[in-house]
């Protein structure tokens, strides 16, 4: 790199944000990522061409195998979470279904978390049913219910930095040391901290999974998703499972998701501060009967999240209504700031009814296990004034 470009790594990760790796020019560099839209690259030489077939890191050609925007996205992204590479997919879906097919054939046996996010619950339920792989569900507090889970057959430890929509926090340490030992690569979807709170490959994680469509992306107008390696043999094992698969990104995805993270630390730093500012309020309020954020201490991992989570706490609190299921729908279809929406981490603030939407093909014993009473409201806190945002719960509260 000359020295007309940043050198990223003696930027802090607020700044390398803005500043993310760049292909070199002479003379002049653009401000912004350039947009590859076209799909196609032709070569000089025919044996350039054959090489380029050869691993994720070689000279363009296809879409399908790297685009130079994509990869624009997959270095800034390999950057803020301490990986070597990364692969940027259609979806969140795309890049947990690339990885979780890379990883598992026939027979094989997954430790994942009880309360995974319902797609990647249905992709393992399905991998169980039909591709003969075995899952193991483990809370996320306990590193011995893992080790006592692992068979020699365990191919994947599968888990969420936070869960949806308890805000549980997970302790990563804990649970990866004990497939580290045991030879066991770790999946973890990060989507819900973003590498700016949590970066789970320095706390020992093989794989980072992202739906960029939420924190990442951050506007609401972009699908996408992304894989992070913390080693290149994985990358390159994932990226040939990804040719396959198809679940590509377009450039113009990846363009648009690159451009929400150059204010990434700010959304997060806001997201942060009003959802604490806002849990402390709720708590508070005489229709809510409890609160759930991690950032506040009486959350049953306050201490941990102390420690995992230093910088902040995340956008995503949740709470539950005392007069139950219909005070829940009475508040989501009263606010007005507030949308009634599914989906988190964009600059709109959105509340949601899991019971009844995320979590409805759950029986009431599963919802109960979960922590999902009837009464819940999840809300991913957005960007507004947290006054305007305080303004509109109070209302609708008041409405419940
Ligand atoms: N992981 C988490 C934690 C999610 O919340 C979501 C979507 O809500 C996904 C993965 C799937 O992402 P996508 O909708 O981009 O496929």
Known sequence: MSDFHVNPEALRPESRTVHPPLAETTGSRPMG???????????E???????????????????RYGNPTVRSLEGAVADLEGGTGALATASGMGAITTVLLALLRTGDHVVAQRSLYGGTFALLADLAERRGVTVTLVGGDDPAEVEAALRPETRVLYLETVSNPTTRVTDLP??????????????????????????????????VVHSATKYLGGHSDVLAGIAVFADPDLHR????????????????????????????????????????????????????????????????????????????????????????????????????????????????SLVLHPASTSHRQLSDEELAAAGVGAGLVRMSVGIEHPEDIWADVEQALAKV
Not at 45 to 63: I, K, M, R, S
Not at 238 to 261: C, H, I, K, N, Y
Not at 284 to 310: K, M
């Open 45 to 63: 030489t025919a044996d350039a061409l054959v090489q380029a077939h050869e691993g994720p890191d070689g000279a363009f050609f296809y879409n």
């Open 33 to 43: 990522v350039p947009l590859h839209q076209g799909h196609l690259f032709a070569f």
């Open 174 to 207: 804990g649970l990866i040391g004990v497939a580290k030992r045991a030879g066991v690569p770790s999946v973890v979807d990060n989507t819900f901290a973003t590498p700016l709170l949590c970066r789970p490959i320095e706390h020992g994680a093989d794989i």
């Open 237 to 348: 094992r994932v990226w040939q499972q990804s040719l396959e698969l198809g679940a590509t990104v377009d450039p113009f995805a990846a363009w648009l998701t690159l451009r929400g993270m150059q204010t990434l630390a700010l959304r997060v730093r806001r997201h942060c501060d009003t959802a604490l500012d806002l849990a402390g309020r709720l708590s508070g309020h005489p229709a809510v009967a409890a609160v759930h954020y991690p950032g506040l201490p009486a959350h049953p991992d306050h201490e941990l999240a102390r420690r995992l989570l230093p910088d902040g706490h995340g956008g995503v609190l949740a709470f539950d209504l005392a007069g139950g299921r219909e005070a829940a729908r009475a508040f989501t279809e009263s606010v007005r700031l507030a949308s009634l929406a599914p989906s988190l981490g964009g600059v709109h």
